[in-house]
T-cell receptor
Framework: AQSVTQLGSHVSVSEGALVLLRCNYS??????LFWYVQYPNQGLQLLLK????ATLVKGINGFEAEFKKSETSFHLTKPSAHMSDAAEYFC?????????????WGLGTSLAVNP | EAQVTQNPRYLITVTGKKLTVTCSQN?????MSWYRQDPGLGLRQIYY???????DKGDVPEGYKVSRKEKRNFPLILESPSPNQTSLYFC????????????FGEGSRLTVL
């Protein structure tokens, strides 16, 4: 079965440090990849997505992610963490660009940013 | 403003008392979906709808019903709630197709005693 793995359910960084949140998926089929963020007491919102084209994708709030087919990975990075980045981050994958919107979700990574 | 609106945001109820969580979107999206979020289990899809009068089961449909009589509304019905349905529920919508952005409501926290 296809799956999405987010390494580390909790990640803690200092303000100003690099943020790296890992996401790997299990499939040889070219996927469509997403990162969503959930701030406390809010719904999820899209950070960025990869569908086709350039493998380095830039999103909102200074985040970016790189699709590496050979590693089946889509890690999320931000050069310098800000206190406002503290949130839950979800990686999601779909292998179907048609009308079936079946997404496979990772379990999430909670990011804490320390002053 | 484009948004997905869920009501109620918070609800405490008792076992067996039927309840409905409403979801409405103002973006004319074809696709709508319900998820539940539980600690350690991430997001799990309950039901989804590709368009009006078209609904299908997700990964955890037991104990839930949905309907899609209008494009903008997608209510989630718990006919006889049980404590294992205590959870945080999210409604989401998107344009048709597999690569579009999902827009989420702010969530409905349900406690069943």
């Amino acid at each position: 079965a296809q799956s999405v793995t987010q390494l580390g359910s909790h990640v803690s960084v200092s303000e100003g440090a690099l943020v790296l949140l890992r996401c790997n998926y299990s499939s040889s089929v070219p996927p469509y990849l997403f990162w969503y963020v959930q701030y406390p007491n809010q719904g999820l919102q899209l950070l960025l997505k990869y569908t086709t084209g350039a493998t380095l994708v830039k999103g909102i709030n200074g985040f970016e992610a790189e699709f590496k087919k050979s590693e089946t990975s889509f890690h999320l990075t931000k050069p310098s963490a800000h206190m406002s980045d503290a949130a839950e981050y979800f990686c999601a994958v779909t292998f179907n660009a048609g009308n079936n919107r079946k997404l496979i979700w990772g379990l999430g990574t909670s990011l804490a940013v320390n002053p | 403003e484009a948004q997905v609106t869920q009501n109620p945001r918070y609800l405490i109820t008792v076992t067996g008392k039927k309840l409905t969580v409403t979801c409405s979107q103002n973006m004319n999206h074809e696709y709508m979906s319900w998820y539940r979020q539980d600690p350690g289990l991430g997001l799990r899809q309950i039901y989804y709808s590709m368009n009006v009068e078209v609904t299908d089961k997700g990964d955890v449909p037991e104990g839930y019903k949905v309907s899609r009589k209008e494009k903008r509304n997608f209510p989630l019905i718990l006919e006889s709630p049980s404590p294992n349905q205590t959870s945080l529920y999210f409604c989401a919508s998107s344009v048709g197709g597999g690569t579009g952005e999902l827009f989420f409501g702010e969530g409905s926290r349900l406690t069943v005693l």
